[in-house]
């Protein structure tokens, strides 16, 4: 019964913190995130998750930047409701001038493309054609769901959610690409309300948060902490 009522607790303060954040991102109109990293510095992308503009992130934009690193937003993906293989070209046109090292930050499905942006990034590199100052170096992805989540079937007429569901097509595909599972540290909440528990990618590195929440999970200081830990790990890489 305690575990039953700490878990409503739970699903309680996540819908909260996540209507808090979707009205900060609403409401502000902060100049996009492009903060350059120091020299010989990393430079941080954020991908949020589905409905989360750029703004969404903007608070552990801020703890990232004054820890030092560099912080680029892509504003050019609005709310996230493309399917995630269409906003790999937006993010890799956030990338491709950057210089230095580079790791991206996602929330979500934020991390669905991520993955797809580290896949291409290493045909890319194979082929000779990555930009020749920026070197990504990995993805660290915070309550993504790579396996998808049954909540999706629930509301089947929210187009935005159709990929999200376990066993999509589009998922099926992103699994297969396993060589790319090393460049990823995920950071998995104690308990998600909106990602069941399912299976590591194989080959990725995974951290499990003390933290529970699938939003309020981001508002933890112990996912700054492991964020930053995680990048120093995929550069040292």
Do not use: C
């Not at 552990?60 to 930047?65: E, K, N, P, S, V």
């Not at 230095?100 to 996602?106: H, K, N, T």
């Not at 909540?151 to 297969?176: F, M, Q, Y």
């Not at 460049?183 to 399912?198: C, F, K, M, N």
Request: proline share 7%; net charge positive.
């Amino acid at each position: 019964m305690r575990r039953l009522l700490g878990r409503a607790a739970t699903w309680a303060r996540d819908y909260l913190d996540a209507t808090r954040g979707q009205a900060r991102a609403f409401v502000r109109r902060t100049t996009p995130f492009d903060v350059p990293a120091p020299s010989g510095g990393v430079t941080v992308v954020l991908l949020p998750g589905v409905w989360e503009p750029w703004r969404y992130l903007e608070p552990l934009a801020r703890r990232l930047a004054a820890r030092g690193l560099g912080v680029r937003a892509v504003p050019a993906l609005g709310w996230n409701l493309a399917p995630f293989v269409d906003a790999v070209p937006l993010v890799r046109a956030a990338i491709d001038d950057l210089h230095g090292d580079v790791v991206l930050v996602a929330h979500s499905k934020g991390g669905l493309t991520g993955k797809q942006v580290v896949v291409d990034w290493a045909r890319d590199a194979i082929a000779g054609t990555t930009p020749a100052g920026a070197r990504l170096v990995g993805l660290v992805a915070i309550a993504t769901p790579f396996e998808g989540t049954t909540r999706a079937r629930l509301v089947p007429w929210w187009r935005s959610l159709t990929e999200l569901r376990d066993g999509s097509p589009a998922l099926v595909a992103l699994a297969a690409e396993t060589a790319a599972n090393a460049s990823i540290v995920e950071l998995v909440p104690a308990w998600d309300p909106h990602v069941p528990a399912h299976a590591p990618l194989v080959g990725s590195e995974v951290v499990r948060l003390r933290a529970a929440g699938h939003f309020s999970s981001l508002e933890s200081r112990e996912t700054l902490d492991e964020v930053l830990a995680a990048i120093d790990r995929l550069r040292a890489r």
